[in-house]
């Protein structure tokens, strides 16, 4: 049973800083593109960076040189850095892979002072 749990969201100030997690379960892990999404109250569900099965890295305009996801492949986790945060930031955040149609509960980060 695949399973996928974020973590790491909370409170913070503009300016700050926050670590997301996203431990993996039932899955083959290194073979996969994986990616960080978030939704905004009211908004699309939007993709915020990937990386693929060789480590090659994309983002989103608005968090280009700000975030930086990345991977532990024996650890099966990827991890959202956020740095320099915004309050346009404010939202949940998911993680997932390529051709995966369901997702998991998302992690709640907030930018506010």
């Known amino acids: 049973q695949v399973q996928l749990v974020e973590s790491g969201g909370g409170l913070v100030q503009p300016g700050g800083s926050l670590r997301l997690s996203c431990a993996a379960s039932?899955?083959?892990?290194?073979?996969?593109?994986w990616g960080w999404y978030r939704q905004a109250p009211g908004k699309e569900r939007e993709l915020v960076a990937t990386?693929?099965?060789?480590?090659?890295?994309n983002y989103a305009d608005s968090v280009k040189g700000r975030f930086t996801i990345s991977r532990v492949i024996a650890a099966k986790t990827v991890y959202l850095q956020m740095n320099d945060l915004k309050p346009e930031d404010t939202a949940v955040y998911y993680c997932?892979?390529?051709?995966?149609?369901?997702w998991g509960q998302g992690t709640q980060v907030t930018v506010s002072s």
């Open positions: 990386i693929s099965s060789v480590g090659t890295t």
């Open positions: 039932g899955i083959i892990f290194a073979n996969k593109q």
């Open positions: 997932n892979f390529e051709n995966r149609r369901s």
